[in-house]
């Protein structure tokens, strides 16, 4: 299972994620679509712990 409650994230001063919740429990299916330059990999490398987030947390 992954959770994440309120999540915010910037890259210096400019705000790229905000707010972001959502779970996913355990053997469950999920997909994230969106545009170019909307923040999908750096909510991923958030979640994997490879960038600090500036708010917020995740549970694994």
């Known amino acids: 299972m992954i959770e994440v409650n309120d999540l915010h994230f910037s890259y210096g001063h400019v705000p790229v994620l905000s707010g972001i919740s959502f779970h996913v429990d355990k053997g469950e299916l999920c997909g994230l679509f969106g545009p170019n330059g909307t923040g999908k990999t750096t909510l991923f490398k958030c ?14």
């Open 47 to 60: 979640c994997l712990g490879f960038l600090k987030t500036k708010g917020g947390g995740q549970y694994l």
